[in-house]
């Protein structure tokens, strides 16, 4: 509407000369109500002449009201308002626009990586499609994810190493894990399996986000947001085409991870020393797992997710619909660590399958046989090993995500929301 009523020659397009003029005109009208609003002509307004101005409108407030209207624009504590806070007060703005403002936010800062990156992909609006706004969130993200990933990577090997040597006679712990790692190969050995992990961020998210666009297409809906359970039929669904695309560098990940010092002098080495030693096939071990615990960790995630989003809403969000960053964090947090217990199990049956051919001496077994393998000599408990560090980096991998993603969006040029 504002484009229309801007654009004078009625050819549906708005030339800079028109948007000048519209713009001269919004000022104008501010400065006409300004001015009547402003009786003693002192270029500022107080509260006694704002609630004359309304009574003449025939609307009655008292003098406390007035005052909190005026504090709400004052913005220099003088009590009254000048020109300059009058025009810049965002009630004065178009008020429509704000409310797929604060439903960006919301979905925006959904855009956290823990490290598993399974989550649901964005959805993004046709405008940020056609302004080129999505590459920038993506790329923020991408950045956020590289950088928490690197934080917290000695946690990650500590849990990988904890999947896969941890045992009733072994009984790792993070301490006892970390120090083993440094005295086997010096501090840099934490970050063993992190380079790979980074590099894997970008064709999945690519990957992902082009999945995800086409799927939403294929199941119909031309809703700019989906309903809960399409999104997460078309999130999981590209979640499984991305992850089958990347999945050897997930291999080789582990298998960075899990070295020993000197054994492979780098990616490409390792990746070459597995395909002369056990073939291609080998790049795929652990697919099926992997595979299975998308979906639960998905689909549980999401409906963890809306489930506490909208019980907050209803409870605490009567004077806002925006949650702020900490109720967000909390639900994101929540969510994504019920996900993460659902297919905790699965991951790791996955990660030993992935690093069989590491292990001196042990059979090459099926899931489903690693699975019985696991509960007979270890009990259910055996099915979470390496937990704690896994959930010891889902705090500082989400806060450093979210402060690294809103600078680089900020940099980047993407309005923050």
């Known amino acids: 509407s504002a484009v229309k009523s801007?654009?004078?020659?009625?050819?549906?397009?708005?030339?800079?000369?028109?948007?000048?003029?519209?713009?001269?005109d919004q000022e104008k009208d501010l400065k006409l109500v300004f001015k009547n609003l402003?009786?003693?002509?002192?270029?500022?307004?107080d509260s006694k002449e704002i609630m004359q101005s309304l009574q003449d409108l025939g609307v009655h407030i008292s003098q406390q009201h007035a005052e909190k209207v005026l504090q709400s624009m004052d913005k220099n504590g003088t009590m009254t308002i000048d020109w300059n806070e009058w025009s810049n007060y965002p009630l004065l703005q178009p008020k429509e626009n704000n409310i797929p403002e604060i439903t960006l936010y919301w979905k925006h800062s959904t855009l956290f990586d823990v490290g598993d990156n399974l989550m649901v992909p964005d959805d993004f609006t046709t405008e940020e499609k056609l302004t080129g706004m999505w590459w920038r969130h993506l790329v923020a993200g991408g950045g956020a994810g590289a950088?928490?990933?690197?934080?917290?990577?000695?946690?990650?090997?500590?849990?990988?190493?904890?999947?896969v040597h941890g045992s009733r006679s072994n009984n790792m712990c993070i301490m006892s894990g970390l120090t083993q790692m440094i005295k086997e190969g010096g501090m840099r050995s934490l970050w063993r399996g992190n380079g790979i992990n980074i590099i894997k961020i970008a064709p999945e998210s690519a990957i992902k986000f082009m999945a995800y666009e086409q799927i939403k297409r294929l199941i119909g809906s031309d809703k700019e947001t989906l309903g809960i359970l399409e999104r997460f039929v078309a999130?999981?669904?590209?979640?499984?085409?991305?992850?089958?695309?990347?999945?050897?560098?997930?291999?080789?990940?582990?298998?960075?991870?899990?070295?020993?010092?000197?054994?492979?002098?780098?990616?490409?080495?390792?990746?070459?020393?597995?395909?002369?030693?056990?073939?291609?096939r080998a790049f795929?071990?652990?697919?099926?797992?992997?595979?299975?615990?998308?979906?639960?960790?998905?689909?549980?995630?999401?409906?963890?997710?809306?489930?506490?989003?909208?019980?907050?809403?209803?409870?605490?969000?009567?004077?806002?619909?925006?949650?702020?960053?900490?109720?967000?964090?909390?639900?994101?947090?929540?969510?994504?660590?019920?996900?993460?217990?659902?297919?905790?199990?699965?991951?790791?049956?996955?990660?030993?399958?992935?690093?069989?051919?590491?292990l001196e001496g042990s059979p090459q077994m099926t899931m489903s046989?690693?699975?019985?393998?696991?509960?007979?000599?270890?009990?259910?408990?055996?099915?979470?090993?390496?937990?704690?560090?896994?959930?010891?980096?889902?705090?500082?991998?989400?806060?450093i995500s979210y402060v690294v993603y809103e600078n680089l969006k900020m940099s980047l040029g993407v309005k923050s929301r």
């Open 6 to 24: 801007a654009d004078n020659d009625l050819d549906g397009q708005m030339v800079f000369e028109e948007f000048v003029h519209y713009l001269q």
């Open 38 to 45: 402003d009786r003693r002509r002192a270029d500022k307004m």
């Open 147 to 163: 950088v928490s990933r690197t934080f917290t990577a000695p946690l990650d090997r500590l849990k990988v190493l904890m999947q």
């Open 235 to 280: 999130g999981s669904m590209a979640g499984v085409i991305a992850q089958s695309t990347i999945y050897p560098m997930e291999v080789l990940k582990t298998r960075l991870a899990l070295r020993k010092t000197g054994q492979y002098s780098g990616i490409s080495d390792c990746a070459k020393s597995i395909f002369r030693r056990e073939g291609l």
């Open 284 to 358: 795929y071990k652990g697919f099926i797992p992997n595979m299975m615990g998308i979906i639960p960790y998905a689909g549980i995630d999401l409906a963890v997710y809306e489930t506490l989003k909208n019980s907050w809403l209803e409870k605490y969000g009567a004077n806002s619909t925006d949650p702020g960053v900490l109720v967000l964090l909390g639900c994101g947090t929540v969510s994504s660590t019920c996900g993460q217990l659902s297919s905790y199990p699965l991951a790791l049956v996955r990660t030993r399958m992935q690093a069989q051919a590491m």
């Open 369 to 399: 046989g690693l699975f019985k393998q696991i509960i007979q000599t270890e009990g259910a408990t055996g099915l979470y090993r390496g937990l704690a560090p896994n959930f010891l980096k889902v705090i500082p991998a989400v806060s």
